[in-house]
């Protein structure tokens, strides 16, 4: 009699190929990228990374204490980020406002900056009194500045989804 026809030898069979499709599955979902924030030491959240994903950020400005909104991207390559535009109320220090920026123009009371399409590898947010630090993703916003302390960092970056769990 063949072991291949007792019981133990067909589970034996199955075990190995389920078990080697359960790994399989299991490198592709944990090697998936993951948009992480972090910010006190903690994941705040994470969401599946694809290419073209939107999120936006938005704070009151340190020095006009008027809002300011950042527009971005997931870039093509699920490895960074790509800055859109900008919406925000007055000029002020470190806002686009050279034609070179991007594509310039006025809505009602804001200005808002277009097409200027920055790479950028992660973001470091530090919430600060009166910034008001908020970031949207997928439809939620998650509220930095009453999430994690005043001045403490907070790290949004494209990562493995196993680099998130541990």
């Known amino acids: 009699m063949s072991i291949f026809n007792s019981e ?16 399989i599955f299991c490198i592709l979902y944990m090697t998936r990228p993951v948009l992480l924030i972090e910010g006190d030491g903690k994941v705040l959240f994470t969401v599946t990374a694809e290419a073209g994903m939107k999120f936006s950020t938005r704070f009151i400005h340190s020095v006009q204490k008027t809002p300011v909104e950042e527009y971005f ?3 093509d390559d699920c490895s960074g980020f790509v800055l859109k535009s900008t919406r925000y109320q007055s ?3 470190g806002l686009p406002f ?12 804001d200005f808002i900056m277009d097409n200027l ?8 947010l ?3 009194v009166g910034t008001e ?5 997928n439809g939620q916003t998650l509220q930095l500045y009453e999430i994690v302390r005043l001045g403490s960092l907070v790290s949004v ?3 493995p989804r196993y680099k998130a769990i541990l």
């Open 8 to 23: 133990e030898g067909v589970t034996g069979r199955l075990f190995y190929p389920v078990g080697a499709l359960f790994f």
């Open 73 to 75: 991207i997931v870039n």
């Open 91 to 93: 000029f002020g220090v």
């Open 98 to 109: 050279l034609e070179s920026d991007g594509t310039f123009r006025r809505d009602g009371n």
């Open 117 to 124: 399409n920055r790479p950028i590898k992660s973001l470091a």
């Open 126 to 128: 530090r919430p600060g």
């Open 133 to 137: 630090l908020s970031i949207t993703i």
């Open 157 to 159: 970056s494209i990562v």
